[in-house]
């Protein structure tokens, strides 16, 4: 799935996602925006705002939702997972945050203008994106895993981007939330977004990866 919720999802008019989507245990009038097409098999829907993928809900024929259960299960294995991931330890290897700066609260929770290097990141305060873009650099490593999480919220400003250099891949980028995400009008964001409240993005904003 590129969006699997619990609670809903919701489009509007000229959004348009690529992959599957689906919820549950929620049934499928949690999604709207969609004009939802069902088809013949019932075990999955069709809808012309979502490209190159099906749309799935726990009450369409079996064994659709069974498939959901495992689906949101592994969903709530991977955010745990990355929820209890120690910080990475020692100095910070990366660009921008001045001497002294270390994996916890970096920037005091502004990574826009930082290089970020392989590790896990933890912050028990907002993470934003705010005042330039945030670079993932991956050090001419394909496999260099990323994991930023806070106990509180991500927030995108406009027009801003995650960009990624030297390898770094967005299915490696672990965004572990508490509570929301939030992506400003236009910008540009990466990564798998593992998220226990809501994610939002904003007309004109872009998204490569995951919703979970």
């Not at 910080?87 to 990574?111: C, D, H, M, R, W």
């Not at 005042?131 to 895993?145: E, I, L, Y």
């Not at 995400?181 to 904003?205: Q, R, Y």
């Amino acid at each position: 799935f590129v969006i699997l919720a619990k609670a809903g999802i919701t489009n509007v008019p000229g959004g348009v996602i690529t992959g599957n989507i689906g919820v549950s245990p929620i049934a499928a009038s949690a999604m709207t925006g969609f004009d939802l097409i069902m088809d013949s098999s019932n075990e999955f829907s069709t809808s012309e705002q979502v490209v190159d993928g099906s749309v799935y809900a726990p009450n369409y024929m079996s064994p659709t939702g069974t498939k959901l259960t495992t689906a949101v299960s592994d969903m709530l294995t991977a955010y745990n997972d990355a929820a209890a991931r120690p910080v990475t330890s020692g100095p910070f290897q990366g660009k921008g945050a001045g001497a002294g700066a270390t994996y916890t609260n970096l920037g005091a929770g502004e990574i826009g203008g930082l290089t970020l290097t392989p590790g896990v990141y933890t912050y028990t305060i907002d993470v934003r994106i705010t005042g330039s873009d945030v670079t993932f650099d991956g050090k001419n490593n394909p496999s260099s895993v990323f994991i930023i999480k806070t106990s509180k919220n991500i927030l995108q400003a406009a027009n801003t981007n995650v960009i990624l250099t030297n390898g770094a891949k967005a299915e490696n980028i672990f965004w572990s939330v508490a509570q929301e995400v939030n992506i400003g009008a236009g910008a540009h964001m990466k990564g798998i977004l593992l998220v226990a409240t809501a994610v939002k993005f904003i007309t004109g904003s872009n998204f490569v990866g995951r919703v979970l």
